[in-house]
Structure formats: structure tokens, C-alpha cells
């Protein structure tokens, strides 16, 4: 599917006791209409994405967003995503 992706980074945090927790996200960007009457798929929170041979968890979904500042032209559905973590998704 057609999307724009922003890599966000590793964010690193200190668990008491455990040690360090690293967490990678994405933001995706979607058109509403491409993916709904195209290719009839539908994103919600909780869902997976694959981008490369890494698999990410969709925790947070917002709309609308203006693509490029033009107020014509806008994104119509925003992913917040985490990796996810091994063993928590198998694709197979």
C-alpha cells in the first residue's frame, strides 16, 4: 500500500531493577480513500504493519493532517506506531 512513513527514532528508558527498555516508532500516513474503496482495508489501533522485515504495533490513530501545508490536500488517517516486540506477533 501507498503510504508516507516518518522513522521517530529510538527512545530509550530505564526500568527500575530491569534495565534499559529501547523503544522504536513510526508515524504512517494514509489516504482514507486509497485504502478503503481501493484496496478495501480498514486501520485501526491494535493493528500490525510490516515496514521492512520489522513488524509494528498501530497504538494511536488521528485525522486529519495537512500534507505539505496545503489545506486543500491532507492526510486522512495518521499511525502512531511502537515496534513490536519478539514473540508478540507471529505473521506465519
Not at 7 to 26: I, S
Request: hydrophobic residues 35%; contains cysteine; charged residues 30%.
Amino acid at each position: 500500500m501507498y503510504a508516507r512513513v516518518e522513522y521517530q527514532g529510538v527512545e530509550t528508558n530505564v526500568v527500575d531493577n530491569l534495565g534499559l527498555d529501547k523503544k522504536t516508532g513510526l508515524k504512517i500516513m494514509f489516504h482514507k480513500r486509497r485504502l478503503t474503496e481501493d484496496q478495501k482495508l480498514f486501520v485501526r489501533e491494535g493493528d500490525f504493519v510490516r515496514y521492512g522485515s520489522i513488524f509494528y504495533e498501530i497504538v494511536k490513530t488521528n485525522e486529519p493532517k495537512h500534507l505539505f501545508g496545503q489545506a486543500d490536500t491532507q492526510f486522512e488517517i495518521v499511525a502512531d506506531c511502537i515496534r513490536a516486540r519478539d514473540g508478540v506477533f507471529n505473521a506465519e
